[in-house]
């Protein structure tokens, strides 16, 4: 199944484009690839998946208290930004952190035998994708409770192009990742410290309302993961996410893929011997 395309052998060299187009026309492999991923984590367990969103919901309660206290906020509009934005966070970070090993772990399936690397990168981001569904559970129990009147906004509909952009992001991020990570092991050590400071800095966790001056400009305005965030976070709150969102997000996919283009060509042959 993963040497050939209908009757067609896949060739042992390819371009860089050329394994992108091959890997998203297979749909059914790499939409099975994630959903069997799913299903292996929660293999043997009465709940499944949803302990992951009752994990969330855990935590996102602790989180919420302590934010409360610490910022004086009200619960009927904390507690909605809180939650949405620590599932975007989620997703963005599980996608970065599976991403410096995916090449790495599928080793096997590319060694013994000719397949996309793309495939791989496919089936990554449609898992999250999938998971971020499973953890949204949270947010409506949440949102029905405190601000039922945010899932009754048409802005939510914005919610299905802003995770197509993240998608996008993270479809060049997973192969360039993927390909740094195996070939300088060092840089996934990068990677981890480098989300954890994003995660603080990011206005995440507290209102980004309360900036201002220079603090707005550089934690909300100059920071691509805030803008990130807001392209899901905005709609979950009823709200259009701000133009300047857009334009940021669009440009570091144009700026990823065109660089993840250039690696992925100049590179790809080599691949199987940094494993």
């Not at 998946?49 to 602790?62: E, G, N, Q, Y």
């Not at 952190?97 to 990554?124: H, I, P």
């Not at 899932?151 to 192969?175: I, K, Q």
């Amino acid at each position: 199944m993963l040497d050939t395309i209908g009757d067609t052998p896949l060739p042992l060299h390819k371009s860089a484009g050329r394994d992108l187009i091959d890997g998203a026309r297979r749909v059914r492999v790499w939409t099975r690839l994630g959903w069997m991923e799913v299903k292996r984590r929660y293999r043997r367990t009465v709940l499944g998946p949803f302990w992951s969103a009752i994990t969330m919901a855990v935590f996102v309660a602790t989180l919420g208290t302590v934010g409360m206290t610490l910022w004086n906020q009200d619960p009927h509009t904390y507690l909605p930004y809180l939650t949405a934005g620590v599932l975007t966070w989620t997703m963005i970070s599980t996608s970065i952190g599976e991403a410096c090993s995916v090449l790495l772990t599928n080793a096997n399936l590319y060694r013994n035998s000719r397949c996309d690397y793309s495939l791989l990168a496919y089936a990554l981001v449609w898992r999250n994708l999938l998971v971020f569904l499973h953890h949204l559970a949270v947010y409506v129990v949440i949102a029905l409770v405190l601000a039922p009147h945010l899932l009754m906004s048409w802005a939510t509909l914005l919610l299905l192009p802003g995770l197509a952009l993240l998608a996008l992001n993270g479809l060049w991020l997973t192969l360039l990742l993927g390909m740094a990570c195996l070939r300088f092991r060092d840089v996934q050590q990068v990677v981890g410290n480098v989300l954890q400071i994003a995660f603080l800095v990011t206005p995440i966790l507290w209102p980004a309302d309360q900036l201002a001056g220079t603090g707005r400009f550089v934690f909300a305005q100059l920071n691509p993961v805030h803008h990130c965030v807001d392209l899901v976070r905005g709609p979950l709150l009823g709200k259009a996410p701000a133009l300047e969102s857009y334009l940021v997000v669009i440009g570091v996919a144009a700026l990823g893929w065109l660089v993840t283009y250039l690696v992925l060509g100049r590179f790809r042959a080599r691949i199987p011997y940094w494993a």
